[in-house]
Each structure stands twice: as C-alpha cells, then as structure tokens.
C-alpha cells in the first residue's frame, strides 16, 4: 500500500535526526506521523514517541510499521495536532512533517517542548511559515536547503537523478 506524502526518503531523515538530538529517555511527538518512518527511527532512542496524524490510513499504516519494527514506545493518534498535542503535555523535542495549521501547532510546542523542533518543508509556503512562526515565538535556530541526488544508469554509464530538495526548519527552547 502506497501512502500520500511518504515516505521520508533516509538522507532527510538523517540530517533530521541529527537535528533533533534525541536522548535515551526523551518524550517526543511526531507530528504528520504518514508512514510511521520517523516515529520508528526516534522510538530506537526516545523513551516514548506520540506519533499523530489526522488521517485514518496514515496511522494504520504507520502502526503497522512500528508492529513490523517490533516497537512498542509508540503511541498513536489520529486527529488533529492542536486538538492531541494539548493532552500529551511536556516533550523533549518534536517532528513536525505535516503542515495543517503550522502555525497553531508551532505555538504549542514553543511551550510544549523542552529541546529541539524540527519541521520538514517540501514547499515554499511552509518554509516561510515555519521560519516566520519560529522567529515570532523566538525560537527559530536555522533552516537547511537539502538536496539529495541519487545514482542511476545511463548508457553504461552513471549519472545523478535529483530527487526534490527538502527544507529542515529548526527551532528550540531559548534559541532566539
């Protein structure tokens, strides 16, 4: 079963990670959850993951993903983020990989989250509302233009196949 939006491709996902500098013990939500990828890859290190999506599909997928990867410090929501994030109380970090109500979303975890956040951007839009919301909470730290290429034949040859870039917006707790 093919997913809208996903998943994740492994160098974004990455350089994400990296960002985010997850902890042994961190509490932390993935927000815009889709194919569970990430919520899977912090449940490796994170104490627990709050994995949220406002699609019925998205997080049965992704439930089947965690069940897959044999992780059970994954709890999922669907429903939307503003609505979730208001019950889950104090993280140490969150993703963000869908951009409904951004800004909303942003000012709660401004509050919510102790460490880093990272949001994921594949449009302009959302990187400009991302970077604006960060920098109107004071929380904004950078934002990274990645482009990932990928090697592929031609003619007995190999060239490099571009795959969209992606914008890593990071933002945290006293980063103004």
Not at 82 to 98: E, Q, T
Not at 153 to 161: E, L, P, Q, S
Request: glycine share 12%; hydrophobic share 45%.
């Amino acid at each position: 079963m093919e997913l809208k939006g996903g998943p994740t491709q492994d160098e974004v996902m990455a350089v994400s990670l990296a960002k985010l500098g997850i902890l042994p013990g961190d509490r932390v939500a993935d927000i815009g959850c889709g194919t569970g990828k990430i919520a899977v890859a912090l449940s490796e290190t994170a104490e627990r993951v709050y994995a949220i999506d406002r699609r019925s599909e998205a997080v049965a997928y992704a439930r089947e993903a965690a069940t897959r990867a044999g992780r059970g410090n994954i709890e999922f929501f669907e429903g939307d983020a503003v609505d979730v994030l208001a019950d889950i109380g104090r993280l140490d970090a969150a993703f963000v990989g869908g951009s409904r109500r951004l800004p909303e979303v942003l000012d709660l975890l401004a509050d919510q989250v102790r460490g880093r956040i990272v949001v994921n951007a594949v449009m302009v839009g959302t990187l400009q509302s991302a970077i604006a919301s960060m920098q109107r909470l004071g929380i904004f730290v950078e934002a990274v233009h990645l482009q990932v290429s990928r090697s592929a034949g031609i003619a007995g040859g190999v060239m490099f196949k571009p795959i969209n870039p992606v914008y890593i917006v990071v933002g945290g707790a006293g980063c103004s």
